[in-house]
């Protein structure tokens, strides 16, 4: 059985990494003042947030068309694949899983498993790299999502913003009402919920140096209370200097764990807002 790996582009995945994988990867498309561009393809990180910063409006994000996903999986059918895991965004971010669901339906010639990472960004991507590893192997369908499974159920992310309002104008924050008001110097805690799968806020502090010191002892309990070591990921909206200065702090700390960096583009930096930070952490693949 020939199986193919899709992911979309807020995985934020190297194009060596999708090479190397055998990936196929979706563009997600993003609207600013009007005009539409494709992550990914046809925007830069820099030119987005230059971009959203003079915009008089929220830029929009939407599902790639139908269309394009039936033509995708077409092609993939007719390159000898029997089945396609197409790993995506959070349904609770996007309806796009919900979409693939209805058109996997539909199918004859090939089959669909739409797979719902319950996150984005670089944590999806790890999903999809390791999805891409097993099928290159001759893995089957079954232990393909069984490992994926065990990789997502130990997925965890701490988001620090510095300005609400992209998520709040985006409907995004589903317990906004416990963070917005006077919050001159607080830098609200996000995650997303164990059993909602909604970004929710879970603390605030009052400077960027607690919210790290905040992040890293909240992950700290979480590899103290693992028999597995994490592998940590640092992400940035448009703030690559304060990710490096982070990532080296972390560094120290956790001398042993792989620690790498990335991202928010476009389509998730829309809704977090320029100058977020993140940390996230799954099992580590390449160790366990």
Do not use: C
Request: charged fraction near 25%; avoid cysteine.
């Amino acid at each position: 059985m020939k199986i193919a790996v899709v992911t979309d582009s807020s995985s934020y995945l190297t194009q060596e990494e999708i090479a190397k994988y055998d990936l196929h990867v979706v563009s997600i498309p993003i609207m600013i003042d009007g005009q539409i561009y494709h992550e990914g393809i046809d925007i830069t990180n820099a030119d987005f947030y230059r971009m959203m910063r003079h915009s008089s409006q929220l830029p929009k994000t939407s599902q790639p068309e139908v269309g394009q996903m039936e033509t995708l999986y077409d092609n993939l059918a007719a390159q000898g694949y029997d089945v396609v895991i197409s790993i995506h965004l959070a349904a609770t971010i996007s309806g796009f899983i919900n979409t693939l669901h209805t058109l996997a339906a539909t199918k004859t010639n090939i089959k669909i498993i739409p797979y719902d990472s319950r996150i984005t960004v670089r944590l999806m991507g790890y999903l999809a790299m390791e999805a891409g590893r097993m099928a290159q192997a001759g893995a089957d369908v079954d232990d393909i999502l069984a490992r994926l499974d065990d990789l997502r159920a130990t997925i965890d992310q701490n988001i620090i913003v510095n300005d609400l309002n992209n998520l709040v104008k985006g409907g995004r924050l589903s317990n906004a009402s416990a963070v917005i008001g006077s919050m001159l110097n607080i830098k609200p805690l996000l995650t997303f919920d164990d059993q909602s799968d909604e970004i929710v806020a879970y603390s605030k502090v009052r400077s960027i140096k607690r919210a790290y010191l905040k992040t890293e002892e909240r992950f700290a309990k979480a590899q103290a209370a693992a028999d597995f070591p994490y592998r940590l990921v640092v992400l940035d909206a448009n703030d690559p200097h304060e990710n490096d200065l982070w990532t080296q702090d972390l560094r120290t700390r956790f001398p042993d764990l792989t620690i790498e960096q990335s991202y928010f583009g476009p389509v998730i930096g829309t809704h977090l807002g320029e100058k977020a930070m993140a940390l996230g952490w799954i099992k580590d693949f390449a160790k366990v």
